[in-house]
């Protein structure tokens, strides 16, 4: 074994199967060759072994995230493979053990031309020889190939960065922009060929002056309203973005500078001038064409600190695709003329630690989990702290991980060992904290999601998270209304005009909410669970028989504490209060009076309006003052707290409908005389809000419920 140079204290030679021990080395763990004594080395390089009796030569590398690719022809295998190691990312670069992540690669071309790009994630992505496909890499030997354009034109790829790529296609001269990251990938916009960036989620091109940018926020596809000066005087041939830096090349006037967004007044450096040079944070590597040197440029400190050029190698194998700056704050690989491949350590300081892209989908199904979140970070992370909460229950998950691919962290979520009825749809808010493997600082990513079709939420018949109302007219025709969108579903008729509908939660196996049914000669049924709860053609469930002496009813997720739906009711004769707890047997338990000197009141009812997990009451007096009744958890109430005072004169009908404004808290619903839909929002505090009004010509139903 050859040393690479006098600084490099540290070798690692691998071959097909095994490590090649050369004398006065000693077997360190996991294959490593050490030298006893020396310091802490320099450099590491791997040697690939043999292809048919002769050394093996990578024919491109890439370097991201501390993840390396290498394509090549390795002993024993027969086929062009990507190979894949994962460096250490601090201290020593020590790579791991070598895996393959492509079998194949274009495996009928003599000669492996596109570059390959390391994504950052763990994963790896090129152009086949044939131009449209693009092929991505996955964990062990999985892929994707996909297309882009049209098959048969010849098209080549030019950034790639996480989920998001750009490939020109000069047959049209258009610039294609798409992203990996769907089951069908997604072509995001169609462009003019030029110059491009990507970095994280943002792609940046030439501005309509030259010296100008422009940026495009991949994720949520808009355009910037405006292009950005950097002060440049020219339109770049090269356009490249790590962190705050910018690297800007133009041909015409062989020169090329770094744009230092990062401070209050951008500004510019001067870097040597080269047709091949790849941008690190804080640093440029360039090639020298004629003698092959690898040179780094150190520009770190800004504009107001001379930049610092030093060589990384004498004498590199030519070429883009035989070295690679890992941007996501790593080091330099490249391979020299004999075939091996060096890992050089960088040591010029990063910048600040930060997410670069968030993808984590709005929704979670609760026919379909797992849920997943991931982060893309600007360097390694060693550990990654996730949680999931909603505002009533807390944290519902908290765990954390070491789990990374290269610089990308993910989460999933999947509640299918939950008990279904904890699986309350509604917003839930996710937090991640990532701290990285090598400094200091942390990461922290707020996000925020909704479970659909899991248990319904107060008053939510159709499992999304928010709350309906119930409408009946004159002439008998009842509706289920959906005030987040404003939509109606589920309207009938053959209704007695005189029948009561009352909301209700689930007191069965089913974790969808029911609705009560007081129809005019006192019966009381049950529906829902699926079907259309309103239609009179549909089978009911009878509660019960006597109930037409009642003329309030509130019904709440509960009020006793035991997990299960109640419902309060005023006797009409005396003005008393009682309360029928809802049973195992999917009925009630005989009525408990609770209040008495009811009459003349409005009772509205309500959930859980304080976060304590206990539904609470509303009620107006008739003098006009709203109270809430904070419930104990027992069946009973605390005493009364004010919420409004000469509150909801002129309003016929007012609801606690849950919540429909999508914050998860409990809003009130009200009309009035003039037809007017109001809304108050709730603020998960015990009150709420301002009114708004949210429609009008309302005045057309008998009652709303």
Partial sequence: M???????????????????????????????????????????????GTYQGRPAVPERIALGGGRLGVVARVDP????????????????????????????????????????HALGDGRFAYTSPSGANHSVSGEGTSYDTITVGQLG?????????????????????????????????????????????????????PGSNPGWLRWYDLARRTDAPYDQATGLSCTP??????????????????????????????????????????????????????????????????????????????????????????????????????????????????????????SAPATADDLHWPWRAKVLLNRPPATRSFTVKDWRRGVLVNETSTERSAALVSAQWDARDWDPKDRISGPYQWEMTVRPAEGTGESWTPGSLRLVNGASAFRDMNADGYGEFYSMTTTGKAAVHHPRGGARSWATTGWDPRTRLVPYGSNTDNPRSNVLIRTPDGALYRAGGGSNPIDPKEPLQLMGKGWNGFDAFAASDDFSGDGRPDLLVRQATTGYLFLYRGNARAGFDPAVKVGSGWKGWKIIGADDLTGDG??????????????????????????????????????????????????????LL????????????????????????????????RALF
């Fill in 2 to 48: 050859t040393r690479t140079a006098a600084r490099t204290r540290r070798s690692l030679v691998l071959g097909a199967v095994g490590a090649l021990i050369a004398g006065g080395l000693g077997l360190a763990p996991g294959g490593v060759a050490v030298a006893a004594g020396q310091v802490e080395p320099e450099e590491v390089v791997i040697d690939l």
């Fill in 77 to 116: 295998e027969v086929e062009r493979r990507l190979y894949a190691y994962d460096l250490a990312v601090t201290g020593t670069p020590e790579p791991g053990p070598r895996w393959t992540d492509i079998a194949d690669v274009w495996d009928g071309y003599p000669e492996f031309g596109p570059l390959v």
């Fill in 153 to 205: 034109t010849e098209q080549r790829m030019v950034a790639a960065e996480g989920r998001f790529f750009a490939v020109d296609e000069p047959s049209t001269g258009r610039q294609y922009v798409a992203t990996f990251d769907d089951e069908l990938p997604t072509v995001l916009t169609t462009r003019p060929i030029s110059a491009v960036a990507i970095w994280g989620s943002t792609m940046w091109t």
């Fill in 237 to 358: 041939d090269e356009l490249q973005k790590v962190g705050r830096w910018f690297y800007w090349r133009c041909d015409g006037a062989a020169k090329a500078w770094i744009w230092d967004s990062g401070v209050s007044f951008p500004q510019i450096i001067s870097v040597p001038y080269s047709t091949s040079a790849k941008l690190g944070d804080g640093f440029v590597v360039q090639q020298d064409d004629g003698t092959g040197a690898l040179t780094l440029t150190d520009f770190h400190g800004g504009a107001r600190e001379e930049p610092v050029t030093t060589t990384l190698a004498d004498k590199a194998a030519p070429g883009a695709g035989r070295w690679s700056v890992d941007k996501y704050g790593g080091h330099v690989a490249y391979t020299d003329t004999e075939g091996r491949i060096h890992i050089k350590p960088v040591t010029v300081p990063r910048g600040d630690f930060h997410a670069l892209d968030v």
């Fill in 614 to 667: 206990i539904g609470d009451l509303l009620a107006r007096d008739p003098g006009g003052e709203l109270w809430r009744y904070d419930g104990t958890g027992t069946g009973s109430f605390k005493p009364r707290t004010l919420v409004f005072s000469n509150w909801g004169a002129g309003r016929t009908d007012i609801i606690a409908v849950g919540d429909i404004t999508g914050d998860g808290l409990g809003d």
């Fill in 670 to 701: 009200s009309r009035d005389t003039n037809g007017k839909l109001l809304r108050n929002r709730g603020d998960g505090r015990g009150s709420f809000g301002s009114t708004e009004q949210i429609g009008s010509g309302w005045q057309y139903y």
